[in-house]
């Protein structure tokens, strides 16, 4: 399928930028209503990722998800969520602010919003800050070890469409896969009148897939950059 292709660039994305000392992985936050909430990079596990069957680092909140996979299956029905990708050891500098083809957020974004049933995306936790004045928002410039640095990472390290050598945060929410057990009404082309869905084998839940697919498509924009 196409996003197994991207996948596979994906590797090879993350090889070229393990040698540039950038690292990118992911994890996923939420599975229907179940979730962590927003969690910083630094205190997610790997190892826990790793040995979670939904990529999600909280053992306590992953029983839940597997919990409403669960039921979903049972009702015929299908859940989505939200992953969340990261890239650590980013220079600053990569994309540009002059033109809006340019700019490395735009270009994430773009990548994230084409994988099947990503219908949107933030950077940090964009939607939240949304709702607060600009002294909440905004990451304060301080002393660094050699270089300036920012004391939050509330923008997800992106500014002005640029990078700004903070890690990149990035979140894509999936809505859930449309292919039901249990349809929903559509039109027949033929007749016109009211008719199920078709009605097929489906996943549940593809939310875990989805962030694999995420990562690469990050690795492969910032390897491109």
Same mark, same amino acid.
């Given at each position: 399928?196409?996003?197994? @292709?991207?996948? $596979?660039?994906?590797?090879? $994305?993350?090889?070229?930028?393990?040698?540039?000392?950038? /690292?990118?992985?992911?994890?996923?936050?939420?599975i229907g209503s179940e979730g962590t909430g927003p969690l910083e990079a630094l205190?997610?596990?790997? $190892?826990?990722?790793?040995?979670?069957?939904?990529?999600?680092?909280?053992?306590?909140?992953?029983?839940?998800?597997?919990? @409403?996979?669960d039921a979903a299956r049972e009702a015929?029905?299908?859940? =989505? =969520?939200?992953?969340?990708v990261v890239?650590?050891? &980013? &220079?600053? =500098?990569? /994309? =540009?602010?002059?033109?809006?083809?340019?700019r490395i957020d735009a270009r994430i974004a773009s990548a994230l919003v084409s994988i099947p049933a990503i219908k949107g995306v933030s950077f940090g936790n964009a939607f939240a800050t949304a709702a607060l004045p600009g002294s909440q928002v905004h990451d304060e410039i301080v002393p660094g070890s050699g270089a300036p640095r920012r004391a939050t990472n509330r923008a997800g390290g992106v500014e002005g469409g640029m990078t700004n050598g903070e890690s990149i945060v990035v979140r894509a929410a999936m809505k859930p896969i449309p292919t039901l057990m249990r349809p929903l009404r559509t039109v027949a082309i033929v007749t016109g009148a009211v008719a199920d869905a078709a009605r097929e084998r489906s996943d549940?839940?593809?939310?875990?897939?989805?962030? &694999?697919?995420?990562?690469?498509a990050l690795a492969f924009v910032l390897a491109d950059a």
């Open positions: 399928r196409e996003t197994a @292709a991207r996948v $596979a660039a994906g590797v090879v $994305a993350k090889a070229r930028l393990s040698e540039l000392g950038v /690292g990118v992985r992911s994890w996923v936050e939420s205190a997610v596990d790997p $190892a826990a990722v790793a040995a979670s069957d939904v990529s999600c680092p909280d053992e306590a909140v992953s029983v839940r998800m597997r919990g @409403a996979i015929g029905e299908s859940l =989505g =969520g939200v992953v969340c890239a650590e050891g &980013v &220079v600053p =500098g990569l /994309g =540009g602010y002059a033109e809006a083809r340019a549940v839940c593809a939310v875990p897939a989805a962030a &694999v697919v995420a990562e690469a």
